[in-house]
């Protein structure tokens, strides 16, 4: 195990020193990818914190909608998203309602996503 | 000359086009760079000549950037455009010669107004004008698309020619079984093209493909003028409303007038005013009305396909901008982090293809 800080508490340092000592000192065209950068380390932290259970949770969605006729006992979770896609470019895929079961699993797999990268995204969801 | 001049190099350069433009030497002060846009560059000035004096623009083009329609073809259709009534700033000269600032360049009035997203949409809240400025903008869409498009310049660009240049040629495609043009089918087959060059695979993006291409639309009524990219942005707003249309580089000869409809009802360019379909500003009641009053005719359904078009292609950019960071043709923290964004437009995809009847549950 490695020494503390862990890695959240050594990016939340990061993020500090971006958003509070180098966004001030730099001129402004270097300001927005100092912004953007923050930005990047608290989706690091939060990907820290819930990525392991939104892989897992990724990964079983994606093998219910794969399977169970095609040997997805094995698959990671790339070959998963790889066999779906393929799936996909069929004009006659199986099974007959893949539109609809593809769409519900991949708003989940999406909305799980998002709370890494951006939450609160999918409160909207009109047109 | 190999870089577009700066400075007093570049208000010498202005002034030697000018002076065979107008026959006698003018003057050149203010020149001021505007920070926006990294493809075009605008720089304002004042001109005098004799007693006369005016507030201009000029808009460059880098000469090792891509350029979409050449500057002749863009300003001659914002000349087009603004003689039946769109609202476009006169273009006062334009340049195809390289030689004089780097660049093929164009000069323009300088229209006083907000063009920042931010800045817009913060003054037509404090002046309560959302309502005014998107119907302003349908009546200037319906104008648009009632132009003849017989009397747009020559190389105007053809939405048959989609593609070329990005990937490859995509013509067979974008033609319907008839062989005429189709806009809608070649966009699409644009995209599709797009998806197959992605370092690894999107479902979600894939599954707007796929119902792209079950609910491909026919081929419009009438193809039209388009200017493709209208939306908060690229207009320049004042207390009175919309006063000028900016970017017609993208503008086409051979569109569907649905498509620059939907284009600023897509989610990301209502910048957080989610519930304001219209760029934020308005509801759709507001542009179809105004839309239908100025003279156009709203379809709803190819209204809806070019939003799920609009947004796919948005979701494959963004991918696009990863992969160009990953693969070294583009090194930045901001193409890097684009990928990070790609989830927002598949979520807003997935809400804009809802299979009928389903809710997802939050």
New interface residues.
């Given amino acids: 195990m490695s020494s503390p800080p862990n890695a959240d508490e050594l990016l939340e340092a990061i993020g500090e020193l971006l958003e509070t000592d180098v966004m001030p000192a730099v001129p402004g065209d270097l300001q927005h990818r100092v912004r953007v950068a923050a930005n990047l380390v608290q989706i690091l932290r939060r990907e820290w914190r819930l990525g392991p259970e939104q892989d897992a949770l990724e990964h079983a969605a994606l093998r219910d909608l794969v399977g169970p006729d095609r040997s997805t006992a094995d698959m990671s979770t790339g070959e998963l998203l790889a066999a779906l896609d393929g799936l996909l470019k069929e004009d006659a895929a199986t099974p007959a309602d893949i539109d609809v079961q593809a769409w519900h699993v991949l708003v989940a797999v999406v909305q799980g996503e998002l709370a890494i990268v951006k939450p609160g995204h999918d409160q909207w969801q009109g047109e | 000359m190999t870089a577009v001049a700066r400075g007093d190099e570049l208000a010498t350069a202005l002034e030697d086009f000018l002076q065979i433009q107008l026959g006698s030497r003018p003057v050149i002060r203010d020149l001021q760079e505007s920070?926006a846009g990294a493809r075009r560059r605008n720089v304002f000035f004042t001109l005098r000549n004799g007693r006369d004096e005016a507030r201009l623009v000029a808009t460059i083009i880098p000469t090792a950037a891509i350029q979409q329609n050449p500057i002749p073809a863009e300003a001659a259709i914002r000349t087009l455009a603004r003689a039946n009534g769109v609202p476009v700033p006169a273009t006062f000269a334009v340049c195809d010669d390289e030689s004089f600032v780097g660049g093929p360049f164009f000069v323009s009035e300088r229209v006083d107004g907000e063009t920042i997203p931010r800045r817009v949409l913060r003054l037509v809240a404090d002046l309560g004008i959302g309502e005014v400025l998107a119907a302003q903008m349908a009546a200037a869409f319906a104008r648009l698309h009632s132009i003849d498009p017989d009397l747009a310049p020559p190389d105007l660009l053809s939405s048959s020619l989609l593609g070329t240049g990005l990937v490859a040629a995509t013509t067979p495609a974008s033609k319907d079984p008839t062989g005429a043009t189709d806009p809608a089918r070649a966009a699409l087959a644009q995209l599709d093209e797009i998806m197959d060059l992605l370092p690894?695979?999107?479902?979600?993006l894939?599954?707007g493909l796929?119902?792209l291409w079950?609910n491909l639309p026919p081929p419009p009524a009438r193809l039209t003028l388009v200017h493709s990219d209208i939306r908060v942005g690229n207009v320049i707003v004042g207390p009175d409303g919309l006063r000028a249309i900016l970017d017609w580089e993208g503008a086409r000869r051979d569109g569907d007038p649905m498509e620059d409809l939907a284009w600023p009802a897509l989610?990301m360019w209502r910048f957080r005013n989610?519930?304001r379909?219209i760029g934020g500003l308005a509801g759709r009641d507001t542009l179809v009305r105004a839309y239908e009053e100025a003279g156009g005719s709203f379809d709803l359904d190819r209204f809806?396909w070019w939003?799920a078009l609009g947004t796919l292609r948005w979701g494959l950019g963004l991918a696009g901008q990863a992969a160009a960071h990953l693969d070294g043709r583009f090194r930045?923290?901001?193409m890097?982090?684009s990928g990070?964004?790609v989830?927002?437009l598949?979520?807003d995809l997935?809400?804009?293809?809802?299979?009928q009847g389903?809710q997802?549950t939050?």
């Fill in positions: 920070s690894q695979p999107r479902p979600a894939r599954l796929r119902w079950q989610r989610d519930d379909e809806r939003k930045s923290v901001v890097a982090a990070r964004r989830p927002e598949e979520w997935l809400m804009l293809i809802r299979p389903h997802n939050v």
